[in-house]
């Protein structure tokens, strides 16, 4: 029997999580971490209500249920760089920093700190292999796979974790928690980045960047709207535009964003979602992290440019210390600076890298 601390999210996956650790005779710690600091009576930040859900699956399992405040450790290593990101016109993924630097790292010390054996959380993948060759794997359910997210941790963060819902479909664990008589079985999942809540992110970015209007133009140099704000937009997005008015014969094809030209504080639009300026055939990275080993140049691997996106089938072109570069056999859509490509080898998730601006697009 093991003792395990389990992150308590107030959820329906890190509640099962803790009660199947339960029920194989592990001594299981809840401990909620509380990473953002509100304001009081700020009716979009969930903290309080998450914080109760806690309380109540610690009463129903009858575990001990703490509560951490991380916030101070999350300004300093999460929403700095995702401030700097956005004010250099790049779209970052604080989640995946939070795992790295936040939740296997300052939570995970917290936890051995308990004389924990092991940090589990509700993630949704796998591990195999043994002490020095820990491997990170899909999860069996392809539609809630998190390996993506946690790319970025090292060997000695995967030895002290553990992921009990990476063999179970979300359906499975739904039922799991009414078996249980869990009381969040039935409730919804968290979406969207968790310190901006329900709120409207253009409004909880203006607390902290300057806003700085400009024009939006086509590649070809003519402009056709004015942008609030580079940071409020993402390559790839669509809506909140507010282009219309043309009467030409492409007034009905949707516009989508393209790029972004920083000296000129001019936002690239494009109309039709296969524009060749959307669709790149080869893409950099820097900032790369294996958990492993490193991929092997020339060698085909598949990759994913975001989250809830298909594995793509890509070479290695090239790869050194500080940079890699992937060919994929088929062109991908609106490839971000700022966000992260992951590989695989299989299910293997063998690490990955910051995506750079200086990608190749499709003719």
């Known amino acids: 029997m093991s003792r395990i601390v389990v992150g308590l999210s107030g959820g ?67 929403f700095a760089y995702f401030l700097s990101e956005y004010e250099a016109g790049r779209t970052p993924n604080p989640d995946i920093l939070c795992n790295s630097e936040i939740k296997f790292k300052a939570f995970l010390a ?88 329900e709120r409207p992110f253009r409004e909880f970015l203006q607390r902290y960047l300057p806003i700085q209007p400009g024009s939006m133009r086509t590649p070809e140099g003519q402009v056709v709207g004015e942008h609030q704000g580079l940071m409020y937009y993402t390559l790839g997005q669509r809506k909140g535009l507010g282009i219309g008015g043309r009467r030409d014969a492409q007034a009905d094809v949707p516009w989508f964003v393209a790029g972004k030209d920083m000296l000129r504080n001019e936002l690239v639009v494009v109309q039709g979602h296969d524009h060749p300026l959307l ?30 996106q298909q594995d793509a089938a890509c070479e290695v072109a090239h790869l ?13 859509w609106a490839v971000t600076p700022g966000q992260s490509v992951v590989l695989y080898d299989g299910d293997i998730c063998l690490g990955g890298g910051i995506i750079s601006g200086n990608a190749i697009h499709a003719g």
């Open 12 to 78: 329906v996956d890190s509640a099962v999580t803790a009660w199947l650790l339960q029920r194989q005779g592990h001594e299981v710690v809840g401990v909620f971490m509380k990473n953002w600091e509100a304001d009081q009576d700020d009716p979009d930040c969930p903290i309080r209500q998450d914080f109760l859900d806690v309380l109540a699956i610690g009463d129903a399992l009858g575990i001990e249920v703490e509560l951490v405040n991380f916030s101070r450790e999350y300004q300093e290593r999460v």
């Open 320 to 332: 050194d210390a500080s940079s890699i570069q992937l060919q994929f056999d088929q062109p991908q």
């Open 110 to 197: 917290h936890a051995l700190s308990l004389k924990a054996d092991f940090l589990a959380t509700g993630h949704y993948a796998r591990l195999a292999g043994g002490p020095g060759n820990r491997q990170l794997l899909k999860a069996v359910d392809a539609n809630k796979d998190q390996s993506y997210f946690l790319y970025r941790l090292a060997q000695a963060q995967i030895a002290q974790a553990m992921f009990p819902l990476g063999e179970l479909t979300k359906p499975e664990v739904r039922d799991l928690a009414r078996q249980a008589g869990l009381p969040v079985a039935e409730k919804k999942d968290s979406t969207g980045i968790c310190f901006i809540g």
């Open 279 to 308: 669709l790149t055939l080869t893409v950099n990275a820097t900032d790369l992290h294996w958990i492993e080993m490193p991929p092997g140049a020339g060698r085909r691997y598949s990759a994913k440019t975001r989250y809830r």
